[in-house]
């Protein structure tokens, strides 16, 4: 038997030696053909990412090439449809750079012959150009004629260049009659940004004194117009900078970790921080009141203003009207796009940025003078601009601002709750009495009491949750017994009375009462450990409870301190008056308060 099993186990040997030997070369073979798959699917994906880079390239080249041609297309077109405009528009600016007008001579009014107005039979700026020339020339027969043909073309464009001009060279009377009638054209449901620019020089005094308040009717009229055909014109603006007061809400700096505490713990926090924050975002550095006088109490640099509106001219007689813009956009495009080597989407998005910083859609009068005022990062405009903006729209500001102030202040809580909840804690198989607490305070001098009450609680579920702790008696009884049991078997061990029956129920019932004296004495050990940590638990928590009382009725002495310090301001609902306090005492605890927080 042993040596069929000897035999077997050899030939099995065998076998086993002969498929290995069989397999090895094929295991080698798969791991081969595997190396080598991973091999070509590496170099397929990497003949398809050149593949891929190619057509790439093949498709810049194909839109380079593109560009090019249609580089030369759009200029041929511009040219021909569009080239006696840029003559136009160099022949205006050239005369335009003049410092004085009496520079420009006969020579000047020879180039702008009446040929080049009927060279562009569309164009308004022709029939302008040749006005000009006309005026210097001081030919009036010919700068009528063409004046009214601008006119005829584009009156708003028109006016406004020589309301530009005539500023330039002090004609006051006729600035105004082309200002006034610039501003007639306007719709102040439909206004551009540049209108804020024109307002600003006017109301500066950078087109000279209007004595006939041709301009300021006209601007007059505009608000007028916008609150005719909107009832709801003055509750909107004064929900618009309510709005905006409480937009500057959200940044005030933190009143300190107590006041956030306080925040957490009293259910009238809500409504004491609706009050108290915008009292912060007034009195604040940089805050409500500050940058509102900031903008009031700015110094107007005239030289400034004259530079924008010079610059709105140029803008003006280089402007594009809306066919030749359109293939300037092409032009544009395509430039791009030969700029970046065919790059046709790159071109796209750079075009799609540029477009959106010039993007300027038309707004009410109102809202143009309040994004003037509002608006931040690119979109910042000049502080005189900010300044005529307010004077504005003052009314509607001071307004909102005390609907602001007012609008939280009867909602401020006189008297606060201070909550702490207790969860208790687990001690072994114990768990601690939980409860919750509530103490109140109206300005926060009772410390003392609020601090004696919460640490009565917390003894009071010390004492109980200590109380539910109670060592189980049963296993004490159960080991007295045995033990007397063992007792009893040895007496009737020693006085032989049951022959050495009462060995084994010794053994027995002394084993049993050691067993129940050790569960017994553990017992006993983690009870005391529970009392121990439900004592020291509730003693630190009595302590930090006791703290966050503390800081919280100094938290609150501290805001109503602030609170009646605004309050004692005569104009604290005023946005522009001067800090005015109802009595000199109130000035001068204002004056400490001051010097305790600084």
């Known amino acids: 038997m042993s040596d069929g099993y000897v035999q077997v186990n050899i030939d099995y040997g065998r076998i086993a030696s002969i498929v290995s030997s069989a397999v090895n070369p094929v295991d080698r073979k798969v791991t081969i053909v595997s190396g080598q798959v991973q091999q070509a699917q590496e170099d397929i994906i990497r003949l ?17 090439q593109r560009a090019i041609t249609e580089i030369i297309r759009v200029r041929q077109e511009l040219e021909e449809k569009f080239g006696v405009h840029k003559q ?101 449901m439909k206004m551009r940004k540049s209108i804020i620019a024109f307002v600003d020089a006017y109301s500066n005094g950078v087109f000279g004194e209007d004595k006939d308040d041709l301009c300021k009717d006209t601007i007059d009229n505009w608000m007028a117009r916008l609150k005719e055909d909107n009832t709801q014109f003055d509750a909107e603006q004064r929900a618009y900078w309510s709005n905006y007061y409480l937009s500057m809400t959200a940044g005030n700096p933190s009143l300190g970790a107590d006041y956030e505490l306080l925040k957490k713990v009293s259910p009238q926090a809500k409504a004491m921080d609706e009050y108290v924050s915008r009292i912060v975002a007034v009195d604040r550095a940089k805050g409500i009141r500050e940058s509102f006088n900031e903008i009031l109490n700015t110094e107007v640099n005239v030289q400034s203003l004259i530079e924008e509106i010079d610059k709105q001219l140029t803008n003006l007689v280089t402007g594009y009207e809306e066919d030749e813009a359109a293939l300037r956009n092409e032009e544009r495009f395509y430039t791009l796009v030969k700029e970046h080597s065919g790059d046709e989407k790159l071109a796209k998005k750079i075009m ?61 809580p006189q008297e606060i709750s201070v909550v702490i909840s207790e969860k208790g804690t687990t001690a072994g198989k114990y768990t601690g009495k939980s409860f919750k607490w509530v103490g109140k305070t109206a300005d926060g001098t009772n410390d003392a009491a609020l601090k004696a009450d919460v640490s009565k609680k917390y003894e009071e579920a010390k004492n109980e949750s200590i109380a539910t702790v109670i060592d189980k008696k049963g296993k004490f009884i159960a080991m007295i017994v045995f033990l007397a049991l063992a007792v009893v078997g040895l007496v009737l061990t020693i006085i032989k009375a049951t022959r050495g029956a009462g060995i084994p129920i010794m053994i027995i019932c002394a084993i049993v009462g050691v ?16 009392r121990e940590a439900f004592a020291r638990y509730y003693d630190a928590a009595k302590l930090k409870a006791c703290k966050i009382v503390t800081d919280v009725l100094a938290a609150r002495a501290r805001i109503n301190a602030l609170v009646a310090e605004f309050e004692a301001n005569k104009n604290c609902l005023k946005l522009f008056a001067p800090v005015e306090y109802e009595t000199e005492e109130a000035a001068e605890e204002v004056a400490v308060a001051e010097e305790v927080n600084e």
């Open 352 to 412: 799609r940025i540029e477009e959106a910083k010039r993007y300027d859609p038309p707004v009410d009068f109102a809202k143009r003078l309040s994004q003037s005022i509002t608006e931040k990062g690119e979109q910042v405009v000049a502080m005189s601009a900010k300044k005529t903006a307010l004077k504005l729209l003052r009314v509607y500001i001071e307004g909102a601002f005390e609907d602001f102030m007012l609008e939280k202040k009867d909602a401020y």
């Open 515 to 530: 067993i129940c004296l050790f569960l017994w004495n553990k017992d006993k050990k983690a009870n005391k450990a529970a």
């Open 48 to 64: 398809q990412r050149e593949l891929a880079d190619f057509r790439k390239q093949q498709e810049f080249a194909a839109a380079l």
């Open 88 to 188: 136009v528009r160099d022949n205006m600016l050239g005369i335009l750079q003049a410092n004085d007008l009496a520079l420009v001579g006969e020579d000047a009014i020879r180039h702008c012959s009446e040929e080049l107005m009927l060279s562009a039979p569309k164009y308004w700026l022709a029939p302008s150009l040749i006005a000009l020339a006309a005026w210097i020339g001081n030919n009036k027969s010919l700068a009528d004629r063409a004046i009214a043909e601008g006119c005829k073309r584009d009156e708003e464009k028109t006016a406004l260049l020589f309301a530009l001009i005539c500023r330039r060279n002090g004609r006051t009377k006729a600035c105004f009659e082309w200002l006034a009638l610039y501003f007639s054209k306007q719709n102040p």
